[in-house]
């Protein structure tokens, strides 16, 4: 007999009632006594399966099992007042002194629910904890898994660390006794939300607590606080059956051997099945295919359903496609079979042995294909591989070529059998054709056919065609043209080989027969045509033996002075030559020199009695005149620049060069140059035409010296490199001669040099004088006049 028992808040009372021995039975005593009967009268769940009072006075032994069920909290929500060290009844303040919130030490966070929440502390991994226990309705049941919902946040106001060092954490306490941490059934992960975050515990005690409570946890060593709220605990309820169905399939198609297993996780055993077939077992087998559904029922009546297919494969079945014999006699066919349906893998066995999905090489006949699936499950086909006849081609010779070497024989093909449409292959000289009937075949040669069919087979056929003796035409004798325009050469024409009668024409000059005469020098083509229309031709250079040429070289007269040359050499024509210059004759070349400007007749004769005539230019090149202006040619030191200006008459273009007698030179037509130095300058212009004839012009430049100087009226000794300083500027003055006073406005000399280089920098005694009026006397001799001068005025120092 089994008696279902709840564990109740005040189980505790009824341990001494109950003694339980190795094999899990109980011993109950006196079991109608008067606190077991108020607690079970006063318990929160049903206590109607509970409802026996054995009066006997044996102990009865009896079997008894304990099951999870769902327990509440009383004040889920911590309700209360808001005050330090203390928590809302009935929860115990465990360990430290945890605070009802808001409004306790800052925190002012409102409650996720209701009006009062709980917060806690824990230091320096436990060395200080705050946190707060309760008593179950019911008590855990060990290895039973459970879940609730709490709210949590994290507060940082008693964070002393880093925040990366100390994290927030929750941990669920299991104990039998108010505070009593008995076993530590969850800590959760970091906690970081400032605001209510819901949260969902799960966890699996190892013993049978009466009691829960909550606190922080550590899940990082570190030193410093953690501070963690709560609010808004769910009932502690044990998770549902969860279901799961195993399945399996059918093999073959239409075979009723599949099988469903329920798997049930969590829950409370026992648990009953009931599947939509009616089947009552954890597992159902002999099924068909379809789907099938059960519900679970646990032993605190909790109902999970769940359903499952049970598949069963296609029909296996088979398409055979085939490919016959391409040639007669081959063994090229080949079968290739499809399945469907079934299960993967398959495996083939052909009746000529072979086992995959294909068979190859095979020769005509029928053959048979086995296929069976992963399952053993078969199925058979059939198939008859065919060959067409066997291909036979044939050269049918039509006509031979007309001439030696012509490509004009004809021939043709005929075929029979194998698989038509047929395609042409005719080889010959590295010549072919794609065509059934052929022209243009040479004579002479191998000419090979292919036939091959649709299928690719092929059949060879050849033939050779008959050449004719080759035309042939020669030159048997010419004579070439005797001198320029001379129309005397001559040539003719031996013809061997074709067919009789000859046709023969000469061009470009259209006579007939084998001679012709009367050529002048050129190409000649004589074309020869047979009775069968072949044709040679064959050419003939008649070269001219032409007059000789006058070949001669000369060098023309420069600058007028009758130095003009003539070289003259014959070439061409017949030698050897005779040379006519004048009056002048020879047998060899001729050298005449001294030759003016004019035009010359010269004369070449060679053996052949052919001549030639020519006139010769001799011309003059060159001949130039310069001649120049300078402006001013008379100047002083201060304006020494000088421009001057070059012209020529006579051949142009011309280049100028200038000397200025002062060791600088310059090139071109118009120039400047600047003296720096007085003195009388001899200039000298040479131009230079494009010939190199020149001519030479000469005049003279005068450079007159004086004496000047150049003083400031105004320094300002700022510093800024600008106008700092007092000179006395001059040209042409004895530097030896030279002295510098400066004076105030009282007449007291506040500055003396002798040094022409050195100014007055606008100070006395190494500081600077104040903005005024100064006075400047200055001795100097001029080079020009030797005459001592003296030179004063004012200078005005300004800021």
């Known amino acids: 007999m089994y008696i279902k028992i709840y564990f109740i808040k005040n189980f505790m009372q009824l341990h001494q009632y109950f003694k339980f021995i190795n094999n899990g039975d109980i011993f109950i005593k006196n079991i109608c006594h008067t606190k077991i009967k108020n607690s079970i009268l006063h318990s929160k769940r049903d206590t109607s399966l509970l409802k026996i009072c054995l009066s006997i006075a044996m102990i009865i032994l009896i079997n008894i099992k304990f099951y999870a069920q769902t327990t509440c909290y009383d004040n889920a929500s911590f309700e209360g007042t808001s005050m330090p060290h ?76 880093s925040p990366d060092e100390c994290y927030g954490s929750f941990a669920v306490w299991g104990g039998n006794s108010a505070c009593h941490r008995g076993e530590l059934l969850y800590c959760s992960g970091e906690i970081w939300n400032t605001n209510w975050q819901t949260y969902t515990i799960t966890f699996t005690p190892t013993q049978n607590w009466c009691y829960i409570g909550f606190s922080p946890c550590y899940i990082h060593d570190c030193n410093g606080y953690i501070n963690i709220m709560m609010d808004n605990i769910s009932c502690i309820q044990p998770l549902p059956p969860e279901l799961s169905i195993d399945v399996t399939d059918i093999l073959c198609n239409g075979d009723c051997n599949g099988a469903v297993t329920a798997n049930v996780s969590s829950g409370t055993p026992p648990f009953s099945f009931i599947w939509s077939n009616g089947c009552t077992t954890q597992t159902c087998n002999n099924l068909c295919a379809g789907t099938y559904s059960v519900t679970v029922t646990d032993s605190e009546g909790e109902q999970t359903t769940a359903s499952a297919t049970i598949n069963e494969p296609a029909i296996l079945t088979t398409n055979v496609t085939s490919q ?135 059949s060879i056929d050849s033939i050779i065609l008959i050449n004719p003796q080759l035309l042939t035409c020669t030159i048997d004798t010419f004579g070439n043209e005797i001198c320029t325009n001379g129309n005397n050469g001559f040539a003719m024409v031996e013809i061997n080989g074709g067919t009789q009668p000859y046709s023969i024409i000469w061009l470009p000059i259209n006579q007939t027969g084998t001679f012709v005469n009367g ?54 024509g017949t030698p050897p030559y005779t040379y006519y210059f004048g009056n002048i004759s020879d047998t060899n070349p001729l050298n005449i020199n001294n030759l003016c400007e004019g ?45 001057f200006y070059g012209y020529t008459e006579g051949s142009s273009p011309a280049i ?33 035409d494009n010939f190199g004839c020149r001519d030479t012009a000469i005049d003279q430049v005068i450079i007159e010296n004086i ?8 320094i300002t000794p700022n510093e800024d490199g600008i106008n700092d300083v007092f000179y006395f500027s001059a040209t042409n003055i004895d530097p030896n001669s030279y002295e510098l006073r400066i004076y105030d406005r009282w007449g007291k000399e506040i500055f003396y040099t002798k040094d022409i280089n050195v100014g007055w920098d606008g100070k006395y005694n190494g500081k600077v ?22 030179v004063y005025g004012k200078i005005l120092v300004y800021f």
């Open 86 to 161: 203390q928590v809302p009844s009935p929860w115990n303040t465990c360990w430290g002194t945890p605070d009802t919130q808001p409004g306790q030490w800052g925190i002012s966070l409102p409650a996720s629910d209701g009006n009062t929440y709980i917060s806690c502390l824990l230091l320096n991994n436990y060395e200080y904890v705050e946190g707060t226990t309760q008593p179950l309705d019911s008590c855990m049941i060990a290895g039973e898994t459970y879940t609730f919902n709490i709210d949590l946040a994290f507060s940082n106001i008693y964070m002393t660390a």
């Open 324 to 458: 016959n014999v391409s040639c007669n006699g081959g063994n090229n066919g080949n079968a290739q079979i499809s399945v469907t349906g079934g299960t993967t893998p398959y495996t083939y066995i052909w009746s000529n042995g072979q086992t995959t999905d294909i068979a190859n090489n095979l020769v005509a006949g029928t053959y048979t294909v086995t296929v069976t699936d992963a399952n053993n499950c078969t199925a058979t086909n059939q198939v008859t591989i065919n060959q067409p006849d066997i291909l036979i081609a044939n050269i049918n010779l039509v006509q031979n070529p007309l001439c030696y070497n012509d490509s004009n024989g004809i021939a043709n093909a005929t075929v029979t059998g194998g698989v038509p449409p047929y395609s042409y292959n005719w080889v010959w000289n590295n010549h072919n054709s794609n065509l059934a009937n052929v022209n243009n075949l040479p004579g002479g040669e191998l000419i090979v056919l292919t036939v091959t069919d649709n299928n690719g087979c092929q």
């Open 519 to 572: 050529l002048s020098a050129g190409t000649y083509t004589v074309n020869v045509t047979d009775a069968n229309n072949c044709t040679c031709e064959t050419d003939i250079i008649i070269s001219n033996i032409p007059n000789p040429t006058i070949e001669y070289n000369i060098s023309n007269d420069s600058c007028h002075k009758c130095i003009g040359k003539i070289h003259i050499n014959g070439n061409s």
């Open 599 to 643: 035009t010359y007749n010269i004369k070449i004769t060679d053996s052949n009695n052919c001549s030639v005539e020519e006139s010769v230019n001799i011309i003059n090149y060159g001949g130039i005149e310069g001649y120049f202006s300078a402006k001013p040619q008379v100047t002083d030191i201060y304006n020494p620049e000088v421009h």
């Open 656 to 688: 100028y060069y200038w000397d200025f007698g002062d060791g600088s030179i310059d090139i071109g037509q118009t120039v400047i140059h600047s003296f720096t130095e007085s003195g009388n300058y001899t200039i000298s212009l040479i131009v230079e």
């Open 707 to 714: 004496s000047t100087y150049y003083l400031p009226n105004v």
């Open 769 to 790: 004088v104040k903005q005024d009026v100064y006075n400047y006397l200055i001795y100097f001799v001029d080079k020009e006049n030797f005459i001592l001068h003296k």
